[in-house]
């Protein structure tokens, strides 16, 4: 078994309006300090061991579903879950 | 400066239809190794450094904010960035 994270965030060059919807909301309650808000998805995937490569699967799903490219970088960290 | 990570992830005991339905188009993809997937946000905040304590910001922050804390849990790493 695999647990599998992935990160999906817009690109830098991408505007982020929840990310400044959500820093406006930290100014109005007095956190100031707070001088930039990039949001993003964290996925958890659970993963069976399989005769294909747990790398290139979890590449692939990234690209043809779970990021949009064109907009989303992705990174992910694959552990390898020992059954007790 | 200050660069904060924040993953936000629904309880466990809490139903995740988004995720539910991910794993399904997984499935509809060919991907049956996938077992689970869990949906989560990922928040990248920048904070200038001030008086307060940065830990106490954050957790203050998710607290009342960023996380709905009676269905979703949270976590956070906070990076020290040193100006060039």
Do not use: W
């Not at 100031?32 to 996925?43: A, C, F, S």
């Amino acid at each position: 078994m695999y647990k599998v994270k992935v990160y999906i965030t817009l690109r830098e060059s991408v505007l982020d309006p929840q990310g400044t919807a959500v820093q406006q909301s930290l100014h109005s309650m007095a956190y100031n300090e707070v001088k930039d808000v990039r949001i993003g998805k964290y996925l958890e995937l659970s993963l069976e061991k399989s005769d294909r490569d747990v790398d290139q699967v979890v590449k692939e799903m990234c690209e043809k579903l779970l990021a949009n490219t064109v907009i989303e970088d992705y990174r992910y960290e694959v552990e390898e879950v020992v059954a007790q």
